[in-house]
């Protein structure tokens, strides 16, 4: 059974940083790209990073890019998500989420999130 | 980037009845555009992809068509469970893209 499980969320000042974990099982975690999608309170969903399987390509939306750093140890099964400079705007619940197959546009398992709120 | 479009915002349907959601982006996607279901306190699910393929373990009554830029994904048969937000979402120049969502509630 697939299972992402993430953590690292909180309550952080403006300006600071978080770093959020997702730990993977159930699959080859090392063959699949994988996301960060977030959802502020009562809004839609917003991709933010994606991370091909070997780490070799990185990709951010316009909105974190120069903040915000993807990374995976695919030797520890986890998925990482750095978020520095933070805004009171990157309140949101964070998921992450695994690709369905190569050069997929979808994801086929998410995450239960984890809640991230910038505040002072 | 691709704008992702969908109507209605609010859908007022019964159990039983035919749901149909569309999602109309601004600039071709071809075949590459999921469709995901989300409830109250959960993540989304996974429930079309390709446009018309259904994801793993979702009923048959959940049915996607379309291609190019008009999407359309149609629930034949409300069931008390299917009552959701349905979000779509395409892929393109390595940037991925969500709708506004579309909420089906019970009438």
């Known amino acids: 059974e697939v299972q992402l499980l993430e953590s690292g969320g909180g309550l952080v000042q403006p300006g600071g940083s978080l770093r959020l974990s997702c730990a993977a099982s159930?699959?080859?975690?090392?063959?699949?790209?994988m996301s960060w999608v977030r959802q502020a309170p009562g809004k839609g969903l917003v991709w933010v990073s994606t991370?091909?399987?070997?780490?070799?390509?990185?990709f951010y939306a316009n909105s974190v890019k120069g903040r915000f750093t993807i990374s995976r140890d695919n030797s520890k099964n986890t998925l990482y998500l750095q978020m520095n400079s933070l805004r009171a705007e990157d309140t949101a619940i964070y998921y992450c989420?695994?690709?369905?197959?190569?050069?997929?546009?979808?994801?086929?398992?998410w995450g239960q999130g984890t809640l991230v709120t910038v505040s002072s | 980037e691709i704008v992702l479009t969908q109507s209605p915002a609010t859908l007022s349907l019964s159990p039983g009845e035919r749901a149909t959601l569309s999602c109309r982006a601004s600039?071709?996607?071809?075949?590459?555009l999921a469709w995901y279901q989300q409830k109250p306190g959960q993540a989304p699910r996974l429930l079309i992809y390709?446009?018309?393929n259904r994801a793993t373990g979702i009923p048959a009554r959940f049915s996607g068509s379309g291609s190019g830029t008009d999407f359309t994904l149609t629930v034949s048969s409300l069931e008390p469970e299917d009552f959701a937000v349905y979000y779509c979402?395409?892929?393109?120049?390595?940037?991925?893209?969500f709708g506004q969502g579309t909420k089906v509630e019970i009438k």
């Open positions: 989420a695994k690709s369905r197959g190569f050069g997929t546009t979808d994801f086929d398992y």
């Open positions: 159930g699959f080859t975690f090392s063959s699949y790209a």
């Open positions: 991370i091909s399987d070997s780490s070799a390509f990185t």
């Open positions: 600039q071709s996607v071809s075949s590459n």
């Open positions: 390709d446009a018309s």
């Open positions: 979402q395409q892929r393109s120049s390595n940037s991925w893209t």
